[in-house]
């Protein structure tokens, strides 16, 4: 059984910094592509950022520039750093990881809210 936990979550002032960590049990973390999503209240859920099991990095438009995705495999964890937050910021952010071909599975974690006010 997969199971993705996140923390780091909280609350912060404009032009803050968080990093969220998502730690993967239950798999063989290296060789699955994993993810960051958000949804703010009232909101769909979006995507933030992506990374490969090879490392390759994707950031949505409103992310770029101000957060880092990265993977550690001796921790089976993946990372969100966030800079420059602003309130807009402020949402449940969710892991998210998909095993590999040919039959894929999505897993999800529970969430962790961000709030980014003064």
């Known amino acids: 059984q997969v199971r993705l936990v996140e923390s780091g979550g909280g609350l912060v002032q404009p032009g803050g910094s968080l990093r969220l960590s998502c730690a993967v049990s239950?798999?063989?973390?290296?060789?699955?592509?994993m993810a960051w999503y958000r949804q703010a209240p009232g909101k769909e859920r979006e995507l933030v950022a992506t990374?490969?099991?090879?490392?390759?990095?994707n950031y949505a438009d409103f992310v770029k520039g101000r957060f880092t995705i990265s993977r550690d495999s001796a921790e089976n964890t993946v990372y969100l750093q966030m800079e420059s937050l602003k309130p807009e910021d402020t949402a449940v952010y969710y892991c998210?990881?998909?095993?590999?071909?040919?039959?894929?599975?999505?897993?999800w974690g529970l969430g962790t809210q961000v709030t980014v006010s003064s």
């Open positions: 239950g798999s063989i973390f290296s060789r699955y592509a």
């Open positions: 990374i490969t099991s090879g490392g390759v990095t």
């Open positions: 998210y990881a998909k095993s590999p071909a040919p039959y894929p599975i999505v897993y």
